[in-house]
């Protein structure tokens, strides 16, 4: 017998069953539909008419009826997630409801991890049967606070047979082994890479950010699980902290000229954001400008100039003018020295190259690198005090900044005018210099200005003591008493901060030239004590962290003598002389250079032809 697809071999029976069974469905989706519903208008209704379910829940809490309570708050919450979108901004009341009974759950579950953690609580079995019951409420809190309790671990901040406690006795309760038992499972891994990541966040928080991070890439590569996962959140977050600041801080360095050094961070800034153009760009910059370096074993060139003259019409024609020209160089002569310095392959070093002054109690001897080629020199600028003993001589007057921050010279001119001039002090001339020579300096370095306190620094009176060795010097030059009040001499002193931030900034460093300019080698232990207390308190806080002497008129103290020692105990260490040739050598806790001084003398009788040729630097004036 052949049978077609439509016929209908058991008859009519079949088509009544399948009626039947419709019939059924739609009976039990009429009554899901209703039931829906009807949850959906009760809750609606509870909305508007403000009551709460918080009460029913914390009283099915109080029952231990965790069954019923569940029903409440997922009762909320579906009808939460249920709502069309466009109602969701209507729900504020419903998610009130839903918080406030996570709250109540939080605090209990909080009370009792509290007592585990501290107290070493085994939960009763009310208090089991609560973090059980209550499932997915419980569960998210105690599995959040099992990760934070793993992050303390590994970065040292509790103790293994602490948190072994907490996770042997967690890990019963039924809810929470899928969370306890992989994380219970690594405490050894955690606790073999603590080192590495408390190292890790050391160097993070003294904003070495390189070693951070290179840190924690050993970590991850090195690690799986629940510490590779967090060394790569904490990596992530320590790049994006550190990448303005570190690129900003690399372009600053191009800015200055320290080309070595922003090479190194730039190439490791490089290394952590492969693809970034403006790390790529800045990189380049710092390449270009950049040599091959070799360690320096030869003599090193100190020299040694005063302030410049700045008015060499007025210099001449006051009454000591062959005198000042003697005793100083005129603008012109120490541009024409720097640019002989420059040809004959001079490269300005910093005087601190020479030693690693990290430890207190000794100095270690470091290497000199200088761009092959290259011979090193340092300039010591000396005592730009700027003494009223010096008015009317064509000298500056005291120190400013102009407009663009940078550092210029006042001095006042034959009609009596104050003129600001960048190219008028040694400073300023030298700045530019290397603007125009990046190679004349390695690495950023200029030189170093000593600072006396007496009369003023920079120009500027910062003490009562200097008002009144300012008054001094003006009664015997023929000036009348300067007058500051205190808030003057406050102001002074923010000035001197600023013109000094701005030097160091741009490669300058400082030295004491002692706080009277005394003659340190004749004065005996109670002078040098009285004359180290007052600069290093009334100077040095303007001035910054200083660990250089340069004696006035090369007077200098031996080494080993209880005096140096308590300077050296006073944080001075590098100690600059004077004589006709380069030469330094190490000590006990301390490094001594001779500095060659320059002036206008020594250009027209001193042999200076291993540093330049100074016919080619002298000045000379028709009459």
């Given amino acids: 017998m052949n049978y077609n697809v439509n016929d209908n071999i058991y008859g009519d029976r079949t088509g009544s069953s399948v009626k039947v069974i419709h019939r059924i469905f739609a009976v039990l989706c009429f009554i899901l539909a209703a039931s829906i519903a009807g949850a959906y208008f009760y809750l609606e209704g509870l909305s508007r008419t403000g009551s709460s379910v918080v009460p029913a829940f914390e009283e099915a809490l109080t029952k231990g009826d965790y069954e019923e309570a569940l029903r409440i708050y997922r009762d909320i919450q579906d009808y939460v997630l249920s709502a069309p979108p466009e109602s969701a901004d209507k729900m504020e009341y419903e998610n009130q409801e839903l918080y406030d009974m996570e709250e109540i759950v939080s605090v209990r579950v909080d009370e009792i991890l509290r007592k585990v953690r501290y107290e070493r609580y085994t939960p009763s079995t009310q208090d089991q049967s609560f973090l059980g019951g209550m499932q997915e409420l419980t569960t998210s809190i105690v599995s959040s606070w099992l990760k934070d309790l793993c992050t303390e671990f590994l970065l040292g901040k509790i103790e293994k047979p602490d948190i072994t406690f907490v996770f042997n006795t967690i890990s019963p309760i039924s809810n929470f082994s899928a969370t306890v038992r992989p994380l219970q499972a690594e405490l050894d891994m ?129 009454n000591f003018g062959s005198a000042v020209l003697d005793k ?14 420059y040809n004959n392959n001079f490269c300005l070093v910093d005087a601190e190259g020479l ?8 100095l270690v001897e470091t290497k000199l690198t200088v761009p ?65 020579h990046h190679d004349f300096t390695y ?123 308590y300077l050296k105990n006073n944080g001075f260490r590098i100690f600059f002389g004077i004589g006709p040739r380069p030469y330094y050598i190490y000590g006990d806790n301390y490094l001594y250079y001779d500095r060659t001084v320059i002036n206008g003398k020594a250009l027209k009788n001193s042999d200076l032809s291993r540093l330049f040729d100074a016919d080619k630097v002298v000045e000379t004036f028709s009459e």
């Fill in 190 to 318: 955690i606790e073999m890479a603590t080192g590495d990541v408390r190292n890790a966040e050391t160097h993070f928080e003294e904003q070495d950010y390189i070693t951070a991070v290179k840190t924690y890439q050993s970590v991850i590569e090195r690690n799986t699980g629940f510490v590779h996962d967090y060394s790569t959140a904490r990596l992530a977050e320590i790049k994006e902290t550190m990448y303005e600041p570190m690129i900003t801080l690399g372009e600053h360095m191009l800015d200055t000229y320290k080309y070595y050094t922003a090479e190194n961070l730039l190439s490791d800034l490089a290394a952590i954001f492969p693809d970034d153009a403006r790390i790529a760009n800045d990189l380049l910059t710092a390449t270009t400008n950049t040599n091959e370096t070799a360690v320096y074993n030869g003599k090193v060139e100190v020299l040694c100039v005063r302030n410049l003259i700045a008015d060499t019409d007025l210099a001449r024609s006051g």
């Fill in 443 to 565: 690495d950023g370095a200029k030189g170093v200005i000593s600072i006396s306190g007496y009369e003023a620094c920079f120009g500027y009176v910062i003490s009562q003591d200097e008002l009144d060795d300012r008054n001094s010097a003006l009664a015997a030059a023929g000036y009348p008493n300067a007058n500051f009040t205190p808030a003057d001499i406050d102001a002074n002193c923010s000035t001197v901060m600023t013109i000094a931030e701005a030097l160091k900034d741009d490669g300058w460093k400082f030295a004491s030239a002692t706080y009277g300019y005394i003659n340190a080698r004749s004065s005996d232990m109670d002078t040098i004590k009285a004359d180290t207390e007052k600069w290093m308190t009334q100077i040095e806080p303007l001035l910054g962290d200083t660990h250089m002497i340069a004696y006035p008129n090369g007077d200098y103290i031996y080494g080993t003598d209880p005096r140096a020692v």
């Fill in 328 to 341: 100083y160089l005129t603008c012109t002569e120490f541009e024409r020295m720097l640019t002989e310095l």
């Fill in 372 to 436: 092959v080629g290259k011979k090193p020199l340092i300039i010591v600028v000396e005592d730009l005090t700027y003494s009223a003993s010096n008015y009317g001589q064509g000298l500056n007057r005291r120190l400013v900044l102009n407009d663009q921050g940078q550092v210029c010279s006042e001095y006042v001119n034959s009609d009596g005018e104050a003129v600001v001039s960048r190219l008028k002090e040694s400073i300023g001339i030298l700045d530019r210099f290397v603007e125009e």
């Fill in 355 to 362: 030693a690693d002054l990290s430890n207190d109690t000794y």
